[in-house]
């Protein structure tokens, strides 16, 4: 018989499913030679995960792709599921592993409550 067991130990991982096109292929090329990230590519989709901290600067993707912008509604696009605090800005995504990390921009208070 299994005994399955769980583990509440973070991770420290956050990351994101893209679809596996062709703007897909470039976003995760773009973040392949990023510190701490590491793409994997499946037959339907692609696997964009990172340790703490993920930054998809949308300047340096539209660039990759020879577009003039790229943005929010292009990144939900390609973009299926998602885990990690996300944080959508004007200028790019940010994907956080710990809510305590991504603390200033989702009013996340660290300061306990009595």
């Known amino acids: 018989m299994t005994h399955f067991q769980a583990d509440a130990t973070p991770s420290n991982k956050a990351g994101v499913t893209l679809m596996n096109n062709q703007v897909g292929y470039v976003v995760a090329n773009v973040m392949r030679d990023k510190d701490n ?5 499946l037959p339907s989709m692609i696997r964009v ?4 901290k993920i930054d998809f600067d949308y300047e340096e993707i539209a660039e990759a792709l020879g577009w003039d912008d790229f943005g929010n ?3 939900e696009e390609i973009m299926s599921t998602h885990y990690g ?4 800005l004007d200028d790019r995504v940010l994907l956080f592993a710990n809510p305590e990390d991504a ?10 409550v009595e």
């Open 49 to 52: 995960d990172g340790v703490n």
């Open 73 to 75: 509604d292009d990144f």
């Open 103 to 112: 603390a200033e921009y989702i009013d996340f208070d660290l300061q306990v």
């Open 85 to 88: 605090r996300m944080v959508v």
């Open 37 to 41: 990230v590491t793409v994997t590519e």
